[in-house]
């Protein structure tokens, strides 16, 4: 069996002039991502079988992309070239107070299209993960994210979502972000949260608070991520917080991605039905190895690099 990824892919150019805005930078770094692809890369790192669904620029950077997910092992046959659009850029820089200068150059991946999607089979396909805050920007890949979605609840796959909040996509209207997030939310199986972002999809003032609201209106299993403190694990209206993994971190870029990669791999052999009713022992195991695949990631620079230092052995 195996898990089909759907987002975008893009290039991340990294501002190395610390403290300067990206008009004052002069030295970038040049590294692939996407948190769906990063995603399908940690699975695919740790052992799992993985395909991508996604569109990249037919371009010096798109082939790039590929190339790295096929070092990998991502099954790429669905990652579609577009021959009209530049592959997506999202330009960063980090400044001294701690914010981020950004300006995203939506390209390629924002054109994938619902005809492109309904074209994907879904043969050996158990699971399904949404996890790109690009796919509810206006666009054909709104629509498409929307009619994959259906297509897994049909298949009746195992839904996996992350919505990967990102506050300078979505800069005046967080509303249609928090509207779309429910949709998945109430859909799937397992998703993933920030503390950040339970509290801003709940609208709650705390994360406690935040985890009630969760429980009430949704059916899935779910993880809020605390930092230093752990994960909360939410399942059949208890809780649980699973402690985290000391590190000395690096660079905390696809920590995240890895995490949800290793929940994934971990119920790769099991059909839906048998994943739904895991008893809470398993799932606490489940997610403690995902934080050890999150703290890996935390050790090295750059989250593509770090993926070349996961396997299954670190659950071990």
């Not at 009746?156 to 429910?182: A, E, V």
């Amino acid at each position: 069996m195996k898990t089909l990824c759907i987002g975008e892919a893009l290039i991340d150019m990294i501002c190395t002039d610390k403290g300067k805005t990206l008009s004052e930078g002069q030295y970038f770094l040049k590294k692939p991502g996407g948190a769906p692809t990063n995603v399908a890369a940690a699975i695919a790192a740790l052992g799992g079988e993985v395909e991508m669904v996604a569109k990249v620029g037919n371009d010096p950077f798109g082939k790039q992309l590929i190339d790295v997910m096929h070092t990998f092992g991502v099954n790429t046959r669905w990652v579609f070239l577009d021959h009209q659009h530049f592959t997506t850029f999202a330009f960063v820089s980090l400044m001294e107070d701690g914010e981020r200068d950004f300006v995203f150059n939506r390209g390629a991946d924002g054109q994938l299209n619902r005809d492109e999607v309904d074209s994907v089979p879904l043969d050996g396909v158990n699971i399904m993960h949404f996890g790109s805050a690009t796919g509810f920007l206006p666009g054909p890949l709104q629509a498409a994210y929307q009619a994959m979605l259906q297509k897994a609840l049909q298949q009746q796959l195992f839904i996996s979502f992350d919505p990967n909040y990102r506050h300078l996509l979505f800069p005046n209207n967080t509303q249609t972000f928090i509207d779309q997030s429910w949709n998945f939310l109430q859909s799937c199986h397992f998703f993933k949260l920030s503390d950040e972002e339970a509290i801003l999809i709940t609208g709650a003032h705390d994360v406690a608070a935040a985890t009630d609201i969760l429980l009430e209106k949704t059916n899935a299993v779910f993880c809020i991520t605390l930092g230093k403190q752990g994960t909360l694990l939410g399942l059949d209206q208890q809780t649980y917080l699973i402690p985290s993994i000391t590190i000395q971190a690096v660079d905390t870029t696809g920590a995240g991605d890895a995490f949800v990669g290793a929940v994934l791999y971990q119920l790769r052999h099991l059909t839906p039905g048998e994943i739904q009713v895991l008893p809470a022992e398993s799932w606490q195991q489940i997610i403690l190895n995902a934080n050890k695949a999150g703290a890996r990631t935390c050790e090295y620079m750059g989250a593509m690099e770090a993926f070349k230092h996961l396997s299954n052995q670190i659950f071990e």
